[in-house]
């Protein structure tokens, strides 16, 4: 079996070193509210009784709010004059 969501989720924690605070931060920038003790949930090792499989849209909205949180928010489009 390949990997889940949670242990993308895992890796990338590790690998960008960060911490629970950090996470929940990044995905209020996507406005996604999530918890610590959910996340805690996320991370708990398959067999325990309070394991959270980490859905589609909390991994996607996670990743969004990195994508921002990495390279800071779009710049806002450029208005096209139609006057021109």
Request: net charge positive.
């Amino acid at each position: 079996m390949g990997l889940t969501n949670n242990d993308i989720l895992k890796k990338l924690r590790v690998a960008l070193k960060l911490r629970d605070d950090d996470i929940v931060k990044i995905c209020k920038l996507v406005d996604f509210n999530i918890s610590k003790s959910e996340l805690g949930a996320l991370f708990r090792s398959e067999d325990h009784p309070k394991y959270m499989e980490c859905g589609d849209q909390i991994l996607r909205n996670f990743l969004n709010g990195l994508v921002i949180h990495l390279r800071g928010p779009m710049p806002p489009k450029k208005q096209i004059d139609k006057n021109k």
